[in-house]
RNA sequence: GCUCUGGUAGCUCAGUGGUAGAGCGCUUCCUUGGUAAGGAAGAGGUCGCGGGUUCGAUCCCCGCCCAGAGCUCCA
């Protein structure tokens, strides 16, 4: 479409369907100019066909064009990884000699990796940080430029990172650089239009990290950022941060006394406190129940079995360097168990299966052992000896879909009765599957076809999937909104194989099972240190490792708050008497140690034979009530499992 | 495993080339207290472990162990 007059024209699209003629040339920032003043001051960048771009680039005729403003998501990555150039021009002014590696925008924020000869001190960040806000002041523009090869070699001749970088960019590609002041990088784009644009940022820290993330390769060190565009936002975050630190599960273990980690038992061998193990049996309990009530069948292995048995799974091979060393005895190497697949296929061979028999589900809570490299270990999330809620399901391929129904009803309900909100990920047949491609596809179908059927907007991991089959996770959100693995649904195609799982079927033949290996916790270690996080330590009043702390006035009012800790008790209730110090004191110490009940006894109550009820967290906001109300309540708010 | 930082009382931490301190907690005594710390006294330390330097090391140096941040890894 050509316009009657001498100065030729493009035009372009917008969202809302309209069409706008401009100039040959115009650019995103010409165009919202064009639309109104406000947005030209809003704009930062522009998708421009599905591409975010920046706002100077000239458009193309005929292109789909979105301005995007601070409302955009996209604009949040552009902002951010504009403030990742603003922060290597800041190093490169306070360490000229700095070498420049990446600096990507990431989830939550921004980082920047730098050679330079010693790590970065915590005042150098500290002045790096100040440093930026000179160059913000500055408002730089960020200017792009394409270049050849050759330029691009002579500009980064004394940076090796940067020609490295340039050595694997096709010939058939674009080679950009930015400039924002003093500042020239290799770099892809895009960006916000000036420096200027940044407002709310912060560094938050910085470590050692590989060149290209290669542990062969040498150590850079990256300091990691965040950056709004609101004030608002930025504090909304660093407060989420120091919420993160005070919920630490590592903090909390210790002065709940629910757990401890010690040099002498040995790294990541987690010692669990009697109010850890309260904790723990709960949810075991909890968790057995509703195994059973699944049609789970409860099995039992040992921790350590004959080497042979991972030469069978083929683990040996692959994981032996996971795996804790072999110890020798009369001639045979044992292993501790570094999983219990291999130990629950043996029952499962252990005799003949009849079709009829199918599905079988075998249950463990499966004590296993893996050597995690040292710098890997962290708390109780991350350990050397861990208790799977493990399963392995023996289904015929036709009972695929059924199965995988009742594998998302019970990590509905159990999920749901710890408070979590969760999404679904289906992984699909990678490269390397071995095994026929189509019966793995027609797995994966029927797995989607579950997903859907469920209405569950999950999400599709293309190629994700293991080499012997593919699988369905769950990703739990908590309290902070991080999100944790919370169940795998894992279907196999080769153990049985290996294993010669195998069922007679009607026909009256031999036919190999399907297996499918589930967690829905993952292990007690990982969810209970989990779920330390999600609550902040204060549990539930089900799961509370003390549910009710009694506290007589004085000790003159012993003997009725004994009488009313006996009455707790007898329904099954985890209760303690406090009898030190002031009750000040007392109340102060039942809130840090976040116990769900205060049950106050003092002449009042000990006349009415009442108890005045000081929930936690609850100030002075309390009630008093007839003490066998306030049993049934708890008992009540207990087997509901209210949260 | 790698880079950096750290390891002092049960916990949180201060401190020093001449064998060590605080607060909390613990024990005992006084107080019998009505809603987030009443008062006093006392006990408690191989200053992570092993070497080295030094007349002398908790402190300086080396190695190891453990922890933290990040990287890498996670069947």
């Known amino acids: 479409m050509s316009t009657p007059t001498d100065r030729p024209s493009i035009c372009v699209s917008l969202p809302d369907g309209r069409e706008l003629a401009l100039p040959e040339g115009a650019t995103a920032a010409d165009l919202a100019a064009k639309i109104g003043p406000g947005l030209a001051r809003a704009a930062l960048a522009a998708t421009v066909d599905g591409e975010v771009r920046d706002l100077a680039r000239p458009l193309p005729d005929g292109a789909e064009v979105r301005l995007l403003t601070e409302r955009d998501p996209e604009a949040l990555g552009v902002l951010r990884h504009s403030a990742a150039h603003v922060l290597a021009t800041a190093v490169r002014e306070l360490v000229p000699t700095a070498g420049i590696g ?43 430029q394409v270049v050849s090869r050759q330029e691009a070699c002579d500009l980064f001749s004394d940076d090796p990172l ?178 219990n697949c291999p130990h629950h296929f043996m029952i499962y061979r252990s005799q003949v299966r009849s079709y009829r028999d199918l599905p079988l589900r075998f249950a463990e809570l499966g004590t296993c052992y893996r050597y995690e490299r040292s710098g890997t270990l962290h708390g109780m999330l991350r350990v050397r000896s861990f208790t799977q809620d493990d399963a392995h399901i023996f289904i015929r391929e036709d009972q695929i879909a059924e199965e995988y129904q009742r594998l998302l009803d019970l990590g509905d309900h159990l999920l ?79 153990m049985p194989e290996r294993f010669g799982l195998e069922y007679v079927g009607r026909d009256n033949r031999r036919h190999q099972v399907v297996v499918v290996h589930r967690t829905l916790l993952g292990s007690m270690e990982r969810f209970i240190g989990g779920l330390i996080e999600h609550y902040g330590g204060a549990f539930p009043l089900w799961l509370a490792p003390v549910q009710v702390r009694v506290l007589p006035v004085s000790e003159q009012w012993e003997g009725s708050a004994a009488e009313l800790v006996a009455q707790l008790s007898a329904v099954g209730l985890r209760v303690e008497l406090d009898q030190r110090d002031t009750l000040g004191y007392r109340i102060r110490a039942a809130e840090t140690m976040k116990v769900p009940y205060m049950a106050i006894v003092g002449e009042r109550e000990a006349e009415a034979g009442t108890v005045a009820v000081r929930a936690r967290g609850a100030r002075r906001k309390q009630v008093a009530m007839e003490r066998g109300e306030f049993v049934s309540r708890l008992a009540d708010e207990v087997e509901r499992r209210v949260l």
């Not at 560094?203 to 990290?209: N, Q, R, V």
């Not at 005070?246 to 061998?269: I, P, T, W, Y």
């Not at 909890?286 to 009530?293: D, K, N, P, Q, T």
């Open 416 to 494: 749901g009765v710890f408070g979590y909100e969760y999404r679904v990920a289906l992984s699909t047949r990678p490269e390397k599957a071995i095994g026929d491609a189509a019966v793995y596809d027609a797995a994966s179908d029927r797995l989607a076809g579950v997903l859907r059927e469920r209405g569950l907007d999950y999400e599709l991991d293309e190629g994700g999937g293991a080499f012997y089959g593919p699988k369905v996770d769950i990703l739990v959100t908590d309290a902070l909104g991080r999100e944790w693995q919370g169940g795998t649904f894992q279907l196999d195609f080769l």
């Open 162 to 339: 940067k020609l490295e970088r340039l050595g694997e960019i096709g010939d058939d590609e674009e080679i950009t650089v930015y400039r924002d002041g003093p500042f020239l990088d290799l770099c892809r784009g895009p960006h916000v239009p000036s420096t200027g644009r940044l407002g709310h940022y912060r560094l938050l820290s910085a470590a050692g990290a590989y060149w290209r993330g290669d542990e062969r390769r040498r150590m850079l060190q990256r300091i990691y950022g965040t950056a709004f565009f609101r004030a608002k936002d930025l504090r909304a975050h660093l407060h989420r941060l120091e919420e993160a630190k005070k919920r630490d599960h590592r903090v909390l273990g210790k002065r709940l006394d629910l757990f401890s980690v010690q040099e002498e038992v040995g790294a990541g061998l987690v010692l669990w406190h009697p109010h850890g193990g309260r904790v723990r049996r709960i949810v075991e309990d909890f968790l057995r129940e509703s195994l059973v009530a699944h049609g789970y069948e409860l099995v039992y292995t040992p921790h350590l079995a004959s080497e042979e048995l991972y030469r069978i799974s083929g683990h040996l091979d692959v994981f032996a360097e996971d795996m804790f060393p072999a110890m020798e005895s009369g001639g045979d190497r044992f292993r501790m168990k570094p999983m």
């Open 102 to 144: 990446f600096g990507p925008a990431i989830d939550d924020g921004f980082y920047y990796d730098f050679d330079v000869p010693e790590p970065f001190t915590p005042e150098q960040v500290a002045a790096i940080e100040e440093r930026m806000a000179a160059v913000i002041e500055a408002d730089h523009p960020f200017e792009r």
